[in-house]
């Protein structure tokens, strides 16, 4: 009996030593040096570290670099490795880390420049549209900005002019080319004006020409049919229904979307179906700093599967439309969540072109950016750039019925 324990515990201990993991040099245990955290760092080219601008990211994950700080009078070129060096990555490179790195900016003296100086609708600045202004070489190609909606009013775009409060010169994310020193006035839409739409001037389906109208999308569509409901009851739209799920895109409706519209259409029977799809919004969301994210790239996507989609409900008396992606206010959204006016004109241009003879177009986005909206959390106090206001909702729906109604 001695002799087995005494066999016993020298063959305990092996097995707990082989069991504890082997500390690697550098490193504490195990697999830390690949799985640690790392930091990023930037800096002007005087070596002065934007501390706004740290990074922590895990070893062997990948990283966008941030875009440079504006300098008043020089040209950002990009991110150098060393204090002087010449530029080895642009801003919104997306690189994978190994280990710790510093970044220094590279940027050089505006030959030619001109200023743009952006204001309020009285023609007022403060820091925020100071914060705006830019200095660029004459003949540069600028894409414009947007500011965040002061309480009580929707920022629609920029005007050559102050006070206007409708109809916009130039929406966020327009391309403006610069010839000489120019001043841009904010055009702002008072939310107290927006008409307010009651059931008696709510637009009806033409039942003569329609069984049912399906609207198709994400949050926005389902806070419109919540908004409809809430305002009407029981009065709710006849012979309208919703597929929709909150924060999905395209991947949502081919896995699960386009199945409940086929079941919704198949419970339709005689007169023609009216399908308006509204998805897009949540795929053209990316991270701030990638300067490389392709709205045309998306809207490829989504064309071939629409024209797939229009191929297949071909036989099934449908009348297919398409909405426009909405506006956002891009100076409301924080990086992570970014989503650019600029991206959202691209994408709505190519499905407009794209998905000719297939769909009928609708433009609610200018729409909306020449008369007025109200973004907003559906009944809460909290303006996200991305969702709208009751009355607005019922602006849009209102605005599509009659689009329908209307189509050849």
């Known amino acids: 009996m001695r002799i087995i324990k005494k066999v016993l515990v020298p063959a305990l201990f ?29 800096y002007s080219e005087d070596g002065k570290e934007y501390t706004k601008l740290r990074k922590t990211v895990k070893k062997k994950e ?42 220094y900016a590279v940027r050089r003296v505006i030959s030619n420049p001109c200023t ?29 900005p947007s500011v965040k909606n002061p309480a009580g009013k929707t920022f629609l775009g920029w005007s050559w002019g102050p006070f206007a409060e409708s109809y916009p010169d130039f929406k966020e994310g327009d391309k403006l080319r610069v010839v000489e020193n120019l001043t841009l006035y904010a055009v702002m839409f008072d939310r107290s004006t927006e008409k307010n739409i009651t059931y008696q001037n709510l637009n009806k389906v033409n039942t003569k020409k329609y069984a049912k109208v399906i609207f198709v999308g994400d949050s926005r569509t389902n806070a419109m049919q919540k908004a409809l ?11 309208v229904s ?68 229009a191929d297949k409900l ?26 650019r006016e600029g991206d959202i004109h691209i994408f709505n241009y190519a499905l407009q072109k794209g998905l000719r003879g297939k769909f009928k177009f609708i433009d609610t986005n200018t729409w909306l950016h020449e008369n007025g909206f109200s ?34």
């Open 14 to 42: 092996l097995l707990l030593m082989l069991c504890i993991p082997v500390q690697a040099q550098g490193n504490k245990v195990g697999k830390a040096s690949n799985t640690g955290a790392v930091k990023l760092r930037f």
């Open 242 to 309: 919703f597929v929709a799920k909150n924060g999905k895109g395209l991947k949502w409706f081919k896995e699960n979307g386009s199945r409940l519209l086929m079941n919704e259409i198949a419970s339709v029977g005689g007169k023609p179906t009216a399908v308006i799809i509204n998805l897009g919004v949540n795929d053209l969301k990316h991270d701030g700093d990638d300067v490389y994210f392709s709205a045309e790239k998306t809207a490829r996507k989504y064309i071939l599967y629409m024209q797939q989609l």
């Open 229 to 239: 409901k809430d305002e009407f009851g029981r009065k709710e739209p006849r012979n």
């Open 116 to 144: 743009i100086s952006f204001c309020n609708e009285m023609g007022e600045t403060d820091r925020d549209y100071e914060a705006l202004r830019m200095t660029v070489e004459k003949n540069s190609l600028i894409e414009l």
């Open 314 to 339: 071909k036989g099934r008396n449908c009348r297919l439309f398409y909405m426009s992606v909405n506006p956002v206010n891009g100076a409301m959204l924080n990086k992570k969540a970014s989503r």
């Open 375 to 408: 973004t907003g959390r559906l009944y809460e106090d909290l303006d996200d750039g991305v969702h709208y206001e009751a009355r607005t909702y019922k602006r849009i729906y209102n605005y599509c019925i009659k689009a329908v109604n209307a189509a050849v």
């Open 62 to 103: 990948y990283a966008y670099l941030p875009q440079l700080p504006g300098l008043e009078g020089y040209k950002n070129l990009g991110w150098s490795l060393e204090a002087g060096g010449s530029v080895r990555y642009r801003a919104g490179a997306k690189i994978k880390v190994g280990k710790s790195m510093k970044f």
